[in-house]
């Protein structure tokens, strides 16, 4: 989703919004992730049952023309990758349900100088 709001001709704002949802293939250096995770809790047998892998952007950006070809730019970015998890542990022949989740956020201000073509 985007959008973009012309207060005149010299000011504007633009954001967007992406989101992408998906499940994916486990592997972490060149590894099957449940293995991984089988290592790290230390039991005999994990089954993932569901995995799923959020990510989304964030971006807003504000443009002011000082001339035609020169514009001062201002903006903000954020990107967030989230990783949610369901997996059973079966150590003793009991299904113990578990869920994981995890959130990596990276965001950054940008100002500066524009000079269109």
């Known amino acids: 989703m985007e959008a973009k709001l012309p207060f005149n001709d010299r000011f504007s704002i633009e954001g967007s919004y992406r989101l992408a949802l998906f499940s994916i293939a486990y592997e972490l250096n060149g590894r099957e992730m449940d293995e991984v995770i089988q290592e790290v809790l230390q039991e005999q047998k994990i089954a993932i049952k569901t995995s799923v892998t959020r990510i989304s952007a964030l971006t807003f950006k ?31 022949g009991a299904e113990i349900p578990i869920e ?18």
Do not use: H, R
């Open 62 to 92: 504000a443009k002011y023309l000082i001339t035609e070809n020169i514009a001062l730019v201002g903006g903000y970015k954020k990107n967030i990758t989230k990783l949610e998890m369901e997996a059973e542990i079966d150590p003793f």
């Open 100 to 117: 994981f989740e995890l959130e990596e956020t990276l965001a950054s201000i940008t100002l500066g100088v524009s000079i269109l073509f």
